[in-house]
């Protein structure tokens, strides 16, 4: 099977160095003589690229002659990170090489040239990759994994997004402080095809004049405003194991006049022209950083509504290129909304199909409501995206007239099954009645799709008896459904953790678990094994020293890799609660502190890591930033305590630094308040990669216990049914401290980390403001849990097994199982396998 795989690939590694130098000596313009890590990274990847577009090309051609269904997955954010390693994994050539440490065959290039000192290590060439970071979190790495699935699975298959200037900013910290940096990354992309051919113009503003046509028929047509035009950029998606390489497709904006308007500029009125160049390019120019959070702001809303109606363009015109009747259009198309995001998709069709196409509105409606699909990745209130009406009205016209008679029929509707409930109406109303009136993106995405669904059980279960309660009861409960999210084992595993893939691998049967992770059962009968056990624990200790290596050329702070690791990495949310994991630290420093020599003798030393980026304008996540520096300078110079404890904080978490620190845990944290985190995708990662979780009943942390069973995580804190009770009690009781909590408070407001009134927040919201987060609620348990963790790691022999049977037991949270499900259950589309590989 691997040699079929290698097909695509490069035959031989001369093929390969050959195509490598052409590109250093031509495309480059450079000499071998001279061909630096970043030349030789540039080369490689073109090489690569050459290949893939091949590949691209015979899969599109498939695609189009089999006239199979495909799916489009819209989504304003797409965190690949980088591409180059993946792009040697998928497309076969990594398989070639016996070992990972093997110089890449440059060097024999270069020695051939009488240059044997200069000698290229591989990890150093895939280091000179720039992160492609267009996105915040989770939701922006899910689609990422959906994308490497789809084409793995042999889904026909197109992702639809932005191609931002700026990808998320870069994170400094300066002082103890978050310091944001512009991302800018487009200097060499030798993974996108810019298709200048491929341009769609996109109107803003203007009018909407109504009249009749000879026929008799109301006709609404959009008139005046701007145009900007999207131009497409292609990134070619490998399938892992399969020629098959899908698309994904990327819009760039640009004033429609070409570079600028030369009637203004002939008329000298240069400066105007630029601007208006420059405007039109802002469209596309920097991705929102918020995560969470809906600021609803002008230009973001232009950023949806540019991006989905090139991208619905684009589909529509494909469609109809097959020469199909339109009551076909869901038979060959299914577009899944990721998040509420591109919600404005489902007008911008029924727009096309009634003012465009001439379809009567029940038809159009009816196509519109087939082809979609919603999922939903949060709860939070203020995350659900609500744009004012008045801002919609100026901005697109049209589309709230349209949007205005989805509701209408939709309320007429509600009315006809319960008409005696008159509350239901302003409470489903897609317009909220509120000053100035706001369209509630969630709701016209219910409305308009065929199947709503979360992503793990809890909170599928959530939104159906919480947000969307009233929604289950107008469309009957099989509207709404779970699709628990998955990781792409081949990144998060294979390319990650090469060493513990490779171990694995000896025992499974080979790689064939990179396609269907369940194989990773089979694992589960060397969890006593002794050879085995001493093999899985080098490699994780390896992996700890890489990253303290990493550590202390970032930090400067020296420690033990024999210490336990403790990680929470993710965006810095109040929710996610990284507070209360400083709280928790500051509490075992000031036990340490109190202890004896004798008793000291007995701990099990740490070193809490955290990393995330804050939102730039979230006051309260850049405090938990600032106090966690500030704790860590404190603790770490005390040489009282030594390698006891040590508190890290790590710039600029990212896709590719995950890839490092993943591996390297022991324990890592998923402990936000039980019924806010939907579902956490890192919690996935860290067990596959042999690290135990420290969590909340919480996102797919249930599901996770489910699988690898109660032992094998520690689990704490209060369930998801009875947190509105206790907020209640907060805001309606007393609300005493935990007394623990209370002391480490005392310490904070001493001033042992610093100036206290920088603090003074963070800890008034718990203290003086409701506690929302129920950090207090939580505290004694978290803190016990801990002093579990504890005990356990001290048995390092148990401590491996429980690795072991817990990565054996990870098979179901493959995004490739994620993705087969929303296949069958929501789109309705099946694999197209390449002919020779059936
Ligand atoms: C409205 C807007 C500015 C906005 C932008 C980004 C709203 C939300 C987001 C991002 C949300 C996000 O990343 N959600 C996460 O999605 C993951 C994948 O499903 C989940 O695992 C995770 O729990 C959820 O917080």
Request: overall charge negative; hydrophobic content about 40%.
């Amino acid at each position: 099977a691997w040699k079929k795989f290698q097909a695509h690939g490069f035959k031989s590694k001369d093929e390969f160095e050959k195509e490598v130098v052409r590109h250093v000596e031509t495309t480059l313009a450079r000499s071998m003589f001279n061909c630096d890590e970043t030349a030789a990274y540039a080369a490689a990847s073109l090489a690569f690229r050459d290949r893939l577009i091949t590949q691209w090309n015979r899969t599109q051609q498939r695609q189009t002659f089999s006239d199979t269904k495909r799916v489009y997955y819209l989504s304003l954010e797409f965190l690949m990170g980088r591409a180059l390693d993946n792009a040697m994994l998928n497309v076969g050539l990594k398989n070639a090489r016996t070992s990972s440490s093997l110089p890449l065959i440059l060097k024999l290039t270069a020695s051939a040239e009488g240059l044997s000192e200069l000698g290229f290590r591989i990890e150093d060439i895939i280091e000179q990759e720039h992160d492609a970071a267009l996105g915040n979190g989770g939701l922006g790495r899910l689609a990422a994994c959906f994308l490497d699935s789809m084409a793995s699975l042999n889904i026909p298959a197109w992702g639809y997004g932005l191609r931002y200037r700026y990808g998320i900013f870069k994170q400094e910290i300066v002082d103890g402080y978050q310091v944001e940096v512009p991302d800018y990354w487009l200097d060499f992309n030798p993974w996108e095809f810019p298709r200048h051919d491929i341009v769609v113009d996109i109107q803003f503003y203007g009018h909407v004049r109504k009249y009749q046509d000879e026929a008799g028929k109301q006709v609404a047509l959009w008139e005046g405003g701007e145009i900007v035009k999207a131009v497409a950029y292609d990134v070619p998606i490998p399938g892992f194991d399969t020629q098959a390489t899908n698309n994904l497709r990327l819009w760039s904006s640009k004033a429609a006049s070409g570079e600028f308007d030369f009637q203004k500029f002939n008329s000298g009125d240069y400066e105007s022209s630029v601007a208006d160049q420059q405007r039109a390019e802002t469209i596309s120019a920097v991705l929102y950083p918020n995560d969470n959070l809906d600021r609803g702001k002008e230009l973001r809303l232009k950023q949806q509504y540019f991006w989905v109606a090139a991208s619905l363009y684009d589909i529509v015109r494909r469609f109809k290129k097959s020469k199909r009747a339109w009551s076909e259009f869901s038979d060959q198309v299914a577009i899944q909304l990721n998040d509420t995001h591109p919600t404005l998709a489902i007008v911008e069709l029924q727009r096309i199909l009634l003012d465009q196409e001439g379809l009567e509105w029940d038809e159009a409606w009816t196509i519109v409501s087939k082809t979609f699909g919603y999922t939903n990745h949060t709860v939070l209130p203020e995350a659900l995206e609500k744009w004012s009406v008045p801002l919609f009205q100026n901005l697109l016209p049209r589309h709230l007239q349209i949007i205005y008679e989805i509701n209408l029929y939709f309320l007429q509707l509600v009315e006809r099954k319960f008409p005696k409930e008159r509350d239901l109406l302003g409470r489903v109303s897609i317009i909220e009645e509120s000053q100035p009136k706001m369209v509630r993106m969630a709701y016209l995405a219910i409305v308009g799709s065929h199947k709503v669904n979360g992503v793990a059980e809890l909170h599928s279960d959530l939104i159906k008896t919480t947000i969307f309660k009233d929604f289950v009861k107008i469309f009957g409960p099989d509207k709404f459904t779970n699709v628990t999210n998955g990781i792409t084992p081949r990144r998060w595993l294979h390319q990650a953790n090469p060493r513990l893939s490779e171990l694995i691998a000896s025992k499974v049967g080979g790689l064939g678990f990179l396609k269907d992770l369940t194989l990773l059962n089979e694992l589960e009968k060397y969890a006593d094994d002794k050879e085995f056990k001493k093999e899985w624990a080098e490699i994780k200790y390896a992996n700890k020293v890489k990253l303290a290596k990493h550590i202390k050329t970032t930090t400067g702070v020296t420690v033990n890799p024999s210490a336990l690791f403790d990680i929470q990495v993710k965006r810095i949310h109040e929710y996610k609660r990284q507070q209360m994991n400083i709280f928790g630290v500051i509490h075992r420093y000031l036990t340490i502190k109190s202890m004896t020599a004798e008793e000291r003798k007995k701990l099990a030393p740490r070193v809490s890591i955290f990393g995330g980026k804050a939102a730039p304008g979230y006051w309260m996540a850049k405090t938990i930033i600032h106090l966690i520096n500030n704790v860590g300078s404190v603790v770490n110079k005390d040489k009282d305590v030594g390698d006891l404890l040590k508190v890290i904080f790590l710039e600029d978490y990212n896709v590719s630094k995950a890839e490092v620190i993943i591996p390297a845990s022991d324990i890592s944290e998923h402990i936000s308040t039980a019924g806010t985190e939907a579902s956490g995708t890192s919690n996935m990662k860290f067990v596959l990669n042999g690290g135990l979780i420290i969590g909340t009943c919480d996102g797919a942390n249930i599901e996770i216990t489910r699988e690898i069973g109660e032992n094998n995580i520690f689990l704490f804190g209060n369930l998801a049914e009875d947190v509105e009770d206790l907020r209640h009690a907060h805001n309606y009781g007393s609300h005493a401290m935990d007394p623990d909590l209370g002391k480490v408070f005392e310490e904070i407001k001493k001033g042992t980390f610093g100036d206290a009134g920088a603090f003074s927040a963070l800890v008034g919201a718990i203290e003086d403001h409701g506690d929302y987060y129920l950090v207090s609620d939580d505290f004694h348990s978290y803190i016990q849990t801990q002093a579990l963790v504890d005990e356990a790691y001290k048995d390092q022999d148990e401590w491996t097994s429980k690795t072991i049977t817990s990565v054996a037991r990870m098979g179901f949270f493959s995004s490739d199982r994620c993705i087969n499900e929303y296949a069958e259950s929501i789109w309705n589309v099946e694999p197209l396998v390449p002919e020779d590989e059936g």
